[in-house]
């Protein structure tokens, strides 16, 4: 009777797979938890550690208005630069000391022989003679009467007046004056503009974002006329400072929002941020995930469509790609060609893409599973041919996937770094070959070579890079599970990346909304891209000003 009663007990290894699934999602949330509470400590103790030597600034100085010792303070602050340049001359009407003060390479030369140097050496000698004369020179004269620049401004402190000038601008300083002037814009070489490269398209605006901030919003105004178009100006960076803009519709974004993310910029404290990507991480939700939490992009029509959305676009001076906030999964995945092009063609563009995200990301696990644990589940005559083409493999599945899959990645990344007449075509050929020798010698399978191909241009399919990145990288996690417990434990990985993704939030927005929580009002604009004419609102998620499209 015992032996018939235990017989409908599960066998040992079916209740260590339970167990397994049991302590796995546990220790997973107890990890997450003791890394969050050790990170949080350890930054409020060095905040707290933060000496007043830390927040010494420098005594602030005055412009005297004494030449010589001016002069002198310049040189012996920044003179010591060998790219700093003085160009002393005499403006003769007034029998005045001059001097320029410039970085060498970041002022217009012209401009500044035609609309400086020759104005206050000879104008007053040419035209000026003729008409009454103030009684001595000052800076309203200069740039009233004199210099026809568009941009000059006044510095009466010194500290000021070093950090315009490292900056690219040229300063003025004039014997008798306490105050310099700044005149002309800094104008150091830049990129022409080009088509982006990271989001190519076949149709739509072929012009891209480049390194220079004030081009970056200038792109955004030429999009087309809008008085509710608002940038607002930061400065970032506590040792090399640079310039941040956020832009938003005024009318249109949410208060709240746009609020947060002003206080979670101006609480950044870096020496310095070369590119757009620091200021993602620094002002995220969630540094543990693996899902970014800002969209990067290098085009001006798409941040125009997504402040109009009542998202936020942070541009930073030095690099050409945007930040769009907030975001939520289904926008990575969704390119503005989708809109460029009819309904049904962009919908299905759109469903093409989210199954190549499945495949790219699901494809190696399911693979190992059947292949390891569940052959039962896959059609008899399949099977029998997978089983052909696996005869005398010496490695189990999980290996052979590995190296195949480390070798892509390996490929991958080799065609980027290499330059462009070589990297495309080193990493189809490198792939070829590799697969075909990998083939024959009999270290993998031919069918697996068919799985990691497809997996491979399935993620390529991605529209957002960095989106491809995360789920290359979750792809090796989701095949250690169907390694361990096969078709349990890939479901069991989609699961928790479900549960992950519906617990993530962007700046307080859900990121799988409009699935959780559920809007089907959005849904218009989720796998089925419906006709421009029946979008009529905005999604509800942003909880904007305006709800409607038109007026």
Request: aromatic content about 8%.
């Amino acid at each position: 009777m015992w032996s018939k009663i235990i017989s409908y007990f599960p066998s040992w290894s079916t209740l260590f797979q339970a167990g397994l699934a049991l302590i796995i999602p546990l220790g997973i949330y107890y990890i997450n938890t003791s890394i969050y509470s050790f990170v949080g400590s350890k930054g409020a103790k060095s905040k707290h550690n933060e000496g007043p030597m830390d927040q010494q600034h420098e005594p602030s100085s005055k412009i005297t208005g004494n030449y010589d010792s001016d002069l002198q303070a310049i040189r012996e602050a920044i003179g010591e630069n060998s790219d700093v340049h003085f160009r002393e001359f005499m403006v003769k009407k007034f029998h005045a000391r001059s001097m320029l003060v410039f970085i060498d390479g970041m002022q217009d030369e012209k401009l500044m022989s035609e609309q400086v140097l020759e104005v206050l050496m000879f104008e007053g000698q040419q035209g000026q003679d003729q008409q009454e004369q103030p009684e001595g020179l000052s800076n309203s004269f200069i740039k009233e009467s004199l210099m026809p620049l568009t941009q000059i401004s006044e510095v009466t402190r010194m500290e000021d007046l070093y950090e315009f000038i490292l900056l690219g601008h040229t300063a003025l300083l004039i014997e008798g004056m306490k105050e310099v002037l700044l005149v002309g814009p800094p104008n150091g070489a830049i990129r022409s503009v080009n088509e982006p490269t990271s989001e190519a398209l076949l149709r739509g605006p072929r012009i891209g974002f480049t390194e220079v901030l004030s081009e970056n919003t200038s792109m955004l105004r030429r999009q087309g006329l809008n008085k509710s178009l608002e940038m607002k100006k930061f400065q970032v960076g506590s040792r090399i400072k640079k310039d941040l803009v956020i832009a938003y519709i005024k009318d249109i974004v949410n208060p709240d929002l746009l609020e947060e993310i002003s206080r979670r910029i101006s609480k950044i404290d870096m020496d310095f941020l070369p590119e757009s990507g620091y200021v993602e991480q620094l002002i995220e939700d969630n540094y543990l995930s693996p899902f970014q939490q800002a969209h990067n992009t290098e085009r001006p029509d798409r941040v125009i469509n997504a402040l109009l959305e009542g998202r936020i676009a942070i541009l930073l001076d030095g690099t050409p790609f945007a930040l769009i906030v907030p975001v939520t999964f289904s926008m990575l995945l969704q390119s503005p060609e989708d809109y460029y092009e009819r309904w049904i063609p962009g919908t299905l563009l759109r469903l093409l893409r989210f199954s190549g995200a499945f495949i790219a990301l699901m494809g190696p696990a399911l693979y190992i599973s059947f292949i390891s644990f569940h052959p039962g589940l896959i059609p008899t005559k399949l099977v029998i041919s997978i089983i052909e083409t696996r005869e005398g493999v010496p490695f189990p599945s999980v290996i052979e996937v590995m190296i195949l899959e480390i070798s892509i990645e390996i490929l991958r990344e080799a065609g980027i770094r290499l330059p462009k007449p070589i990297g495309p075509a080193m990493g189809i050929v490198g792939g070829l070959v590799i697969g075909d020798a990998a083939v024959n010698a009999g270290i993998v399978s031919p069918f697996l070579v068919i799985v990691v191909a497809v997996t491979a241009i399935s993620s390529f399919s991605i529209p957002t890079y960095s989106a491809g990145i995360t789920l290359r990288l979750l792809r090796f996690v989701g095949m250690l599970f169907a390694a361990i417990l096969g078709m349990f434990g890939t479901i069991l990985f989609f699961l928790l990346i479900c549960i992950h993704l519906t617990k993530l939030k962007s700046f307080g927005v859900p990121y799988v909304t409009p699935f959780s929580p559920m809007r089907p009002s959005d849904w218009k604009d989720l796998y089925i891209r419906a006709p421009i004419s029946l979008m009529k609102r905005r999604p509800v998620m942003m909880k904007t000003q305006q709800r409607k499209r038109r007026s």
